[in-house]
T-cell receptor, first 109, second 113 residues
Framework: GQQVMQIPQYQHVQEGEDFTTYCNSS?????IQWYKQRPGGHPVFLIQ?????EVKKQKRLTFQFGEAKKNSSLHITATQTTDVGTYFC?????????FGTGTSLTVIP | GAGVSQSPSNKVTEKGKDVELRCDPI?????LYWYRQSLGQGLEFLIY????????KSGLPSDRFSAERTGGSVSTLTIQRTQQEDSAVYLC???????????FGNGTRLTVT
């Protein structure tokens, strides 16, 4: 069945360091979406990638979609304490969302 | 405009009792999803409604779980004969259509004692 794997599960960084989380799907996706969940909160949509090889930036966040549309990454440059939370990717092969297990980011001031 | 609304925000129930969780999606959103999230864990898909189509129930963990969506809007998730392992946060999300970005509600935290 459809699987979306995400690594690492946890990441602790010093404030100012970079952070990357990776997402891999067992099948080709029509699009991939990224969500952020702050501690105690609900997931909030960040971005959607649709095209093969697509790269999108949101300030210090860079999102990439692989050429084969089976993997994706989220990179944060110079982390800040406001980046704390769990980042989920969601693979969308059709109308269904397959969420990765999430990467919990801790930023040490 | 209002976001996705879920009620109650917290529910404590005794093992064996039935519970109903409600979700009011964003007006105009045709797709509605239910997920379950245990403490520190990922999102477990439960059920998906799209317009008037038959729901995708493939994620429901047992026949104690059921959901309905009336008039293409409000949805109710019912858990019968609750068990302690049902304790989790139940999240509802809606979107304009199937693959569009999801808007989540604040969730219902269910505790089964």
């Amino acid at each position: 069945g459809q699987q979306v794997m995400q690594i690492p599960q946890y990441q602790h960084v010093q404030e100012g360091e970079d952070f990357t989380t990776y997402c891999n799907s067992s099948t080709t996706l029509s699009n991939i979406q990224w969500y952020k969940q702050r501690p105690g909160g609900h997931p909030v949509f960040l971005i959607q990638l649709v095209k093969s090889g697509e790269v999108k930036k949101q300030k210090r966040l860079t999102f990439q979609f692989g050429e084969a549309k089976k993997n994706s990454s989220l990179h944060i440059t110079a982390t800040q304490t406001t980046d704390v939370g769990t980042y989920f990717c969601a693979g969308v092969p059709g109308n269904q969302f397959y969420f990765g297990t999430g990467t919990s980011l801790t930023v040490i001031p | 405009g209002a976001g996705v609304s879920q009620s109650p925000s917290n529910k404590v129930t005794e093992k064996g009792k039935d519970v109903e969780l409600r979700c009011d999606p964003i007006s105009g959103h045709t797709a509605l999803y239910w997920y379950r999230q245990s403490l520190g864990q990922g999102l477990e898909f439960l059920i998906y409604f799209q317009g008037n189509s038959a729901p995708d129930k493939s994620g429901l963990p047992s026949d104690r779980f059921s959901a309905e969506r009336t008039g293409g809007s409000v949805s109710t998730l019912t858990i019968q004969r609750t068990q302690q392992e049902d304790s989790a946060v139940y999240l509802c999300a809606s979107s304009l259509d199937g693959p569009a970005p999801l808007h989540f509600g604040n969730g219902t935290r269910l505790t089964v004692t």
